[in-house]
């Protein structure tokens, strides 16, 4: 079972997702909060995941993430908001989300990603990683770790881009069998499991 806390000002929004999630027979709800401060001054266990909006009175969502992150080192965050700007989303994943999707997606999507999260993964709305994805295809100086070999950052550099496994053999000239193995390699250098961890381990390099 998988402990969720929600921390989200609007009513309606914070009843509806709680609601849904309480149905769930792989969730339980830890408590939806109107604010980072009165989640911090809960007495309650710490959840496994955390859905945080952004934009929040006080405290904001993006500030409040390290506080959180601080009081319960283990808690996955995933930020659930109107926003999709740029800003906003690269803020957030610097503070520390492991997560960003928006309020728009369906609840069943939402848990999806919420059971991402706890395995292990990034969850990231199409239109977020797409916004993600043309920031790095316009920062082709970006940094990047310098464990990995001059061919494993032009294989980074594909992914980012968009590019499918077959792309990226086409782009480099390199057979598929070659493009696995540097990916592996890639992965297991920079210890992620999917391309959103990937893109979101960039990015945090920055």
């Known amino acids: 079972m998988i402990n969720v806390a929600i921390i989200e000002d609007d009513r309606g929004i914070r009843s509806a997702i709680d609601a849904f999630l309480r149905l769930q027979n792989d969730i339980i709800s830890a408590g939806a909060f109107g604010s980072v401060e009165e989640f911090l001054s809960s007495n309650g ?5 955390l859905l945080l909006d952004v934009q929040l009175p006080g405290m904001s969502g993006i500030d ?10 283990g808690i996955q965050i995933m930020m659930l908001t109107v926003y999709h700007d740029a800003d906003r989303i690269f803020s957030s994943l610097r503070a520390g989300a492991n997560g960003y999707v928006l309020k728009s997606a369906p609840l069943t999507d939402i848990k999806q990603d919420i059971l991402t999260l706890f395995s292990g993964g990034a969850p990231m709305s199409p239109q977020i990683a797409r ?11 970006m940094p990047m770790p310098e464990s990995l070999t001059a061919r494993e950052k032009d294989v980074v550099h594909a992914l980012v881009d968009g590019l499918s496994y077959k792309m990226v053999s ?9 493009t696995r193995f540097h990916i592996r390699n890639i992965y297991e250098k920079l210890h992620v499991h999917s391309k959103a961890e990937l893109i979101t381990k960039v990015l945090k390099s920055r």
């Open 170 to 178: 086409d782009r480099l000239g390199i057979s598929m069998e070659t």
């Open 64 to 73: 409040g993430i390290r506080p959180i992150k601080e009081k319960f080192p």
């Open 45 to 49: 266990s710490a959840p496994d995941v």
């Open 131 to 141: 916004k993600v994805t043309e920031y790095f295809s316009q920062s082709s100086g």
